[in-house]
């Protein structure tokens, strides 16, 4: 299977989220459904590695948490652009430091560590190299366009093992188990 650990979006987040995928000639839209924010990629692992990973992710204790959007960036520019993403309000060091448990478990799981620098996203859409080529004006142009972006506070009380397959028209991740985060406690119940 492949695998990935993220947080899913509660649907009006992303419906939200999808108000902005327009006006971009060339990007590969998200679907609205597809739209997440990845923990860590895993990629093809075998059931008896999947079930390590599960129960590593299984003993993952924290509060839940939140997180807001407030930016939009790329991966990449002019001909080597490769995404747009919405980028999520920093510092957030609950989201960081789940972020290094889940890296911490899927080590413990025997994956090898991630060497990449994490960077909080939820991808918007996706560019070929051939086809998928924008001029930096119209880059820009939706950049500024959209700079007003705002979302949130979003309230995360669970993070999911998605698996994924992929397909020529897109990717259908399934959710494979949920992992739930602490409820905080209420103020009294100290
Ligand atoms: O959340 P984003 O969109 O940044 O790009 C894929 C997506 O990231 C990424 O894993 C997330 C869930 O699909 N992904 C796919 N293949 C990958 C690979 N070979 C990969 N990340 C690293 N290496």
Not at 23 to 30: I, N, Q
Not at 117 to 129: I, N, Y
């Amino acid at each position: 299977m492949r695998l990935f650990v993220a947080l899913s979006l509660p649907e009006p987040v992303r419906e939200q989220l999808g108000a902005f995928e327009d006006g971009l000639p060339g990007a590969r839209w998200v679907p609205e459904d597809n739209l997440h924010l990845t923990l860590r990629f895993i990629g093809e692992v075998d059931g008896g590695v999947a079930r390590d990973i599960d129960s590593c992710l299984a003993e993952i204790a924290m509060p839940a948490f939140e997180a807001s959007f407030d930016r939009l960036d790329t991966f990449g520019d002019g001909r080597n652009l490769r995404a747009l993403w919405v980028g999520v309000a920093s510092p957030n060091e609950p989201l960081l430091r789940l972020q290094a448990k889940v890296e911490k478990a899927v080590v413990r799981a025997g994956l090898a560590p991630e060497s990449r620098k994490f960077t909080p996203h939820v991808t918007l859409a996706r560019f070929s190299r051939n086809n998928g080529r924008v001029p930096a004006d119209k880059m820009q142009a939706y950049l500024s366009q959209n700079a007003r972006l705002r979302i949130g506070p979003v309230q995360f009380d669970r993070f999911t093992l998605f698996s994924s397959v992929l397909h020529r028209d897109g990717s259908i991740y399934t959710p494979e188990a949920d992992y739930p985060l602490e409820r905080p406690l209420a103020v009294g119940q100290l």
